[in-house]
């Protein structure tokens, strides 16, 4: 492997766990679009999907299921040391104990449904793209084709597996599930929109 491939791939590491562990932490948050609740770490989350497409396309499958997996490890890292340092006893004087719970102890059902998510729908998007790269037709002559096509399954899986076990029972079932439709709808769209920069890095990227 060249050293500019190496330093890439460093840098999709990087950015592949940072995003996901960005995303859990915006996940807590709930933001009102049009009447329908809508948790924040979707903003980012089909990031990962843009990068691991990126990794498979350049790399290979097994690398890109180790960085899953290595993504994967550094949250649940995260979440670890979130919860022992909020069971540290706060220094006298030190009034942000309570704010900084809310914030970094947040739900066990948020972690648990965007890690397991997370797991699932990366390592599908993997399998399929894999799949689609080497079988036959549009798939297998178009990155961006293989790349959006692994998307639409891998997404599913994402949206229910996370809207299930963090929001099932909390939110009313009619708001449950339109947020659950509505997540996949916008994160499958927020990375069509993107299919244009993602070409593009990798036309550049890939005669490294």
């Known amino acids: 492997m060249s050293e500019k491939k190496l330093k890439l791939l460093i840098y999709f590491i990087a950015i592949s766990a940072g995003s996901l562990l960005i995303s859990n932490l915006c996940a807590i948050k709930l933001w009102n679009l049009g009447g329908i609740a809508v948790d924040g770490g979707v903003v980012l989350f089909p990031v990962t999907y843009i990068i691991g497409d990126l990794i498979v396309e350049l790399f290979g499958q097994k690398t890109a299921r180790s960085i899953i997996y290595a993504g994967f490890l550094v949250n649940v890292i995260a ?42 729908s990366n390592l ?41 076990i963090a929001f099932i029972g909390v939110l009313p079932f009619n708001e449950f599930l339109a947020q659950a439709v509505f997540a996949y709808v916008l994160g499958l769209a927020l990375e069509v929109v993107l299919s244009p920069v993602e070409i593009g890095i990798e036309k550049k990227l890939r005669n490294l």
């Open 79 to 120: 979440v670890l040391v979130f919860y022992i340092v909020i069971a540290l006893p706060p220094y006298p004087g030190w009034e942000m104990q309570d704010a900084f719970a809310s914030v970094l102890g947040f739900s066990p059902r948020i972690i648990a449904g965007s890690l397991c998510g997370y797991l699932g």
């Open 124 to 164: 599908l998007n993997t399998h399929l793209f894999t799949k689609m790269k080497n079988g036959n037709g549009v798939f297998a002559r178009s990155f961006i084709a293989r790349a959006l096509g692994s998307s639409v399954f891998a997404h599913i899986i994402d949206s229910a597996v996370f809207e299930t």
